[in-house]
């Protein structure tokens, strides 16, 4: 088995199986009527619970697969972060299992948005600071006078990513739903195509949760739903936690490239959910669906052949 497929089958083929049968599983549990929001979800507790688990599994087991311990549970005690951003690995399928049972257990989706937001800016702030903090590095005196430009960036970064949940969000709500994980494989594919140049473990992970992505897109092109409320659409559990890890994976890429994208560049792929959003919003009354999606990804579209245009490979310097 050459390299290239078995990173395919490690790193994408098999996140994906497993978000696909996951999330089917999560598209098919009740939710309330428009209008209804405070009419309780009934019988979604195992559904959720099983669906959020094989998504979660499907990430971790590529993580497992890639560094050999999959088959060997006596090791798993073993494994260990080379870089605080591995923590990712194991934190963003968690938080899948976690917010997937807040949706499930809250009596009704008016509760669900009212703790989810702050549960969701807590663990995006934590996945942020404990990514790019590395204890190590932060001891080299080239660090300390680097703390303000790494402050700034976790404070940009932490908003950026919250913008982006609740566009996302927005869009999912605004009639969108069926395609809108597909913007989050936009940003996840642009940020892959920085990030591979320079830092293959990294670039691996976020493959990782581009094969998660594009599992919950097929389903979800093939089995719609729209939400009333805000964390109240049942992909939300799998789709915000991925943005995270989308939005911190960009952060890290300039501390492994010797020339660093320009600031545009990287803060228009930052932003890139919100971004489409914007844009959608002059379509959403007066534009087919089918307009709308291919709008958004005519922007994802371009946004990536500028970074694969623009970009060169890199040496880390980290």
């Known amino acids: 088995m050459n390299f290239e497929i078995q990173v395919f089958l490690q790193r994408i083929a098999i ?31 195992l559904k959720t619970l099983l669906g959020t688990v094989l998504c979660g599994t499907g990430l971790l087991a590529s993580d497992l697969l890639q560094r050999g311990l999959l088959l060997k ?16 690995a194991i934190l963003i399928p968690s938080s899948f299992v976690v917010l997937g049972l807040l949706r499930s257990s809250l009596p009704v989706p008016k509760s669900i948005a009212n703790i989810a937001w702050p549960m969701l800016a807590i663990l995006t702030t934590c996945t942020v600071v404990v990514s790019l903090m590395e204890p190590d590095v932060l001891k080299e005196e080239k660090w300390k006078e680097e703390l303000k430009s790494l402050l700034w960036r976790i404070a940009v970064g932490t908003a950026a990513i ?13 009639g969108a739903a069926r395609w809108t994980p ?37 389903g979800s092109l093939i089995k719609g739903s729209q939400p009333p409320t805000f964390a109240s659409w049942q992909l939300s559990s799998i789709v915000f936690p991925l943005t995270i890890a989308s939005g911190v994976s960009l952060l890290l890429s300039p501390y492994f490239q010797s020339q660093p994208l320009s600031l545009w560049l ?12 914007l844009v959608d919003i002059i379509f959403t009354r007066f534009a087919n669906p089918w307009v709308r999606a291919l709008c958004a990804a005519g ?20």
């Open 15 to 45: 996140p994906a199986v497993a978000s696909l049968v996951g999330g089917w599983i999560l598209l098919s549990t009740e939710e309330c009527t428009e209008n209804y929001e405070d009419e309780p979800l009934q019988g979604i507790f």
């Open 73 to 88: 549970p006596e090791d798993w005690l073993s494994w260990k972060a080379s870089y605080q951003w591995q923590w990712m």
């Open 162 to 174: 919250l913008l982006n949940i609740a566009t996302l969000d927005n869009l999912a709500r605004s």
């Open 182 to 218: 597909l913007v989050l494989v936009g940003q996840l594919g642009c940020v892959a195509a920085i990030i591979l140049q320079s830092y293959a473990s990294l670039g691996e992970w976020t493959l990782a949760c581009i094969g998660s992505t594009v599992g919950l897109s097929i």
């Open 266 to 277: 990287q803060g228009s792929v930052l932003v890139l959910p919100t971004a489409v959003w």
């Open 299 to 318: 922007i994802c579209s371009v946004l990536l052949a500028a970074i694969l245009l623009i970009t060169k490979p890199f040496q880390s310097e980290w």
